[in-house]
């Protein structure tokens, strides 16, 4: 058998070339070493100088700092080498020098800190200053900046500078024009770009002024600093460029769930095309012609729509009716209106719960009043859809109230079709109620239709679920019929008149007395026994699905009125099955009672908690303005559940995955919002358990085999 070999000197070379390659990528200088040693008699120096270079230099190939690189770090002197660190690098505090313009500067970023964004020839970063540690910077300073890396909120950023200011200069021109998808990637954080679209709405602050930016793929928030003196008005409906620093918001995992633009003024702000001017000097147009075909131009700017006023609550909604049809619109404007006074709106057409709804609209009054009957309706007719926005008038009676919900709300039975009648607390007068169960009664006030997404998507048609009656005032529940007048009080009274007529009689009548008087009592409490039962886990005591499902979807449509949000937590236990299969299903029924017992502790009073069955929960939240608040309750949650239960004299070991989910106006439906916690949950078993795991969109489901009741 032949056997091939190789020379000692070809081993080397490979031994060098392999070196060379794998560790040391960039290869141009070292080649020139390897061959001036290898045509020498020097190969062993060779080896040792390409050794002292793997332990001096100081970069990576795509320019970064090398992980490997023992002994004192490199510093960093341009934007992106600061901004390219990955978190656990930026954390080890590698020295910083850049030379750079500020594109924005706030001197109370109101944690402690100012904030800077500064621009070099290699990109922007964020640096992050005491508050009151340096002087006004304004957007255009100079400056020269020695600090360290710190990870940031998302992305690295600069801590603990030194700042010098050097001179002046121009901001930045031409950045690359930026789409909404592609900001929300995050892969421009940071970065100074430029962004088109119309001006949807302007919030002015004390120091700052928020703007809505509809764009071509979304609506971008945009913050600037407040200019003295300046007008922000006359942007609203213009179509403007708007340069500033892409930055994200974030959850408190530093996880990206949105992005805003910091803007430094005006003066980065170009109005491509003005606003078309006083909409209310546009002919009205008439209200069932809004987001129609013959109209679909003009809904990009601000539609005018003249009607009587029909509803409002200051503030917050107004509802007009014209000869066409009716309207409501979300609105900041607090002026009471009269009901009936002819009011002109303007602001921009979108849709609410599939029906159209004006946004960030202004009013105002002419001073004409007029009538505005509210139309009869049956419980049918207003699920047909025609009187959606509309004020209406249905008689019911009156079979409950939700006291689980933060505003007054009333359960009606009309025509075998059950609504809720909500009134708001902050409007209800001191004296509002209560209306006694039973009653026969009208109810007055806009109708709120609910629609069955699932048919609108399968049909191309919208199909109204359910709808709700938004009330005006206490005045706008008026009793038509008491409860009925048999009574066991009015039974026992007229029992008492029978005493009198025969001595002989009083026995009896006592006996009876009695009788009635228990049939009563199990009558009253058999009706709470069931109504109980009904909307109750009789294991647990918790909200039941259909208990669940109605307060889900009060709530969806309340918080799409009041432009807040709500969240989703559902709650699975970890391997439960293994408890009930090893210690019983007694021990399982006590691990259940006392997850319910931590789940309602763990949560608002306002707040619902509904048992699905099994060994899985739901918990609502409404009233919701901050995401970062959901994500505190599933933490509470998990933390609360992984506490072993006691058993017979054992411990019983238990732990929880939670999937989470919040959403916002107008972005809210029942449906997508369980079908997402859901999702979340899937992600929470699949990263091991005994945690929770929040929603993205970004962030698929990750699939999981379906399992019986009860299983882990």
Known sequence: MKVETTSPAILREERLTSLENTILPNGTILARFRHFFLSSRLRGAALAILLTLLCVWPTSANGAPSREQPGILPTLTTARQAHSLSSIEAERAYPIHLQGVVTYFDLDYGTGYSAI??????????VRPLTGSVGLLPAGTVIDVQGVSGPGGYAPIVIKPQIRVIGHAPLPENPPRETLPRLETGVEDGQWVEVEGTIHGVIEYSRSVTLELAMADGTLTVTMLKDAGATYSNLVDAKVRIRGNAAPTVNVNGQMIGV?????????????????????????????????????????HRVHLRGNVTFQWPGSSLCIRDATGAVCAHTALDTTLRLGELVDVAGFAGTENNAPVLMNAVFKGTGQSGQVAAEPVTAAQALLGKYDSDLIQIDGELIGDDLGSSDITLIVNSGNTIFSAILPKRVAESGAGPWEIGSRVRITGICSLRIDAQSNAREGIAVTKSFMVLLRSPADVAVLQGPSWWTPALALRLLALAFAVTLGVLVWVAVLRGRVQRQADLLRESEERFR???LHDALTGLATRLLLQDRLDTAVVLANRHQTGLALLIADLDKFKEINDTFGHQAGDEVLRVTSSRLLAAVRKSDTVARMGGDEFVVLLTDLHDPQFAEGVAAKVVAALSVSVPFGGQELPISVSVGVCSAFAPELDAETLLKRADAALYRAKAQGRNCFEVYLPEKPAVPVEPASPGSP
């Not at 964004?117 to 922007?124: C, N, R, T, Y």
């Not at 980065?268 to 008439?286: L, N």
Request: proline share 13%; charged share 15%.
């Open 532 to 534: 109980h039962m009904a």
């Open 117 to 126: 964004f500064m621009h070099d020839s290699s990109g922007s970063i964020f």
């Open 260 to 300: 805003h633009l910091m803007v430094p003024n005006l003066s980065t702000v170009t109005v491509v095309e003005p606003a078309p001017g006083d909409p209310f000097e546009q002919p009205p147009v008439p209200i069932d012609k809004l987001l129609r075909w013959d109209l679909f131009s003009a809904s990009l």
